[in-house]
Nanobody, 121 residues
Framework: QVQLVESGGGLVQAGGSLRLSCARTYSFYAMGWFRQAPGKEREFVATISSSGANTYYADSVKGRFTISRDNAKSTVDLQMNSLKPEDTAVYYC?????????????????WGQGTQVTVSS
């Protein structure tokens, strides 16, 4: 049973940075970050292949967010810079039983409980 645990959320001012971490990942699974803002559906943020060689980002975060993984430590991080109020959401990490990354939510098999990110203006 894969049990993902997110950490690193919090309150930050616009323009600031946060680093989210997802623990207890598996080196042979692709990983993704998704987010859900109040009153909205959950949306894709970033994904990384099992090796870390391939990454993809939503257009809304490209150039500001960076996904990375450390398979030796079984962690996947999301570095978020230049945060905007519209980045406010609950952020979820997810694992896919495949080495290939995906931007499709239904491709993921395991989900963490989520961590709140709030960006004030």
């Amino acid at each position: 049973q894969v049990q993902l645990v997110e950490s690193g959320g919090g309150l930050v001012q616009a323009g600031g940075s946060l680093r989210l971490s997802c623990a207890r990942t598996y080196s042979f699974y692709a990983m993704g970050w998704f987010r859900q803002a109040p009153g909205k559906e959950r949306e894709f943020v970033a994904t990384i292949s099992s090796s870390g060689a391939n990454t993809y980002y939503a257009d809304s975060v490209k150039g500001r967010f960076t996904i990375s993984r450390d398979n030796a430590k079984s962690t996947v991080d999301l570095q978020m810079n230049s945060l905007k109020p519209e980045d406010t959401a609950v952020y979820y990490c997810a694992a896919r039983r495949s080495s290939r990354s995906s931007i499709v939510e239904s491709d993921y098999n395991y989900w963490g409980q989520g961590t709140q990110v709030t960006v004030s203006s």
